[in-house]
């Protein structure tokens, strides 16, 4: 069992930056392979970053160069920094850990960018 908690979201102008944070409970965190999505209303949920255990990251085309994930793996505990936002970066946007077993999301975090 993973229990992940999102904080960092908030509401900012465009240009703004923001860091998002997601904390997880349970064991080996760092062989977890964890990920940001997001869901914008009416849209469907579509992923954002993902980090792998050794580090290696990838991003979706939307938001490459602007944001960073990162991770901690003594606090158990995966970053998104998000500099450059357009407000169609508003969303809620949610950690989550894909396992062979299920898959693991936050509660979500609202981000907000207004132009």
């Known amino acids: 069992q993973v229990q992940l908690v999102e904080s960092g979201g908030g509401s900012v102008q465009a240009g703004g930056s923001l860091r998002l944070s997601c904390a997880a409970s349970?064991?080996?965190?760092?062989?977890?392979?964890m990920g940001w999505a997001r869901q914008a209303p009416g849209k469907q949920r579509e992923l954002v970053a993902g980090?792998?255990?050794?580090?290696?990251?990838n991003y979706a085309d939307s938001v490459k160069g602007r944001f960073t994930i990162s991770r901690d793996n003594a606090k158990n505990t995966v970053y998104l920094q998000m500099n450059s936002l357009k407000p169609e970066d508003t969303a809620v946007y949610y950690c989550?850990?894909?396992?062979?077993?299920?898959?693991?999301w936050g509660q979500g975090t609202q981000v907000t960018v207004s132009s």
């Open positions: 989550f850990v894909p396992t062979s077993k299920a898959a693991y």
């Open positions: 349970g064991s080996n965190f760092n062989t977890y392979l």
């Open positions: 980090i792998t255990s050794s580090g290696g990251t």
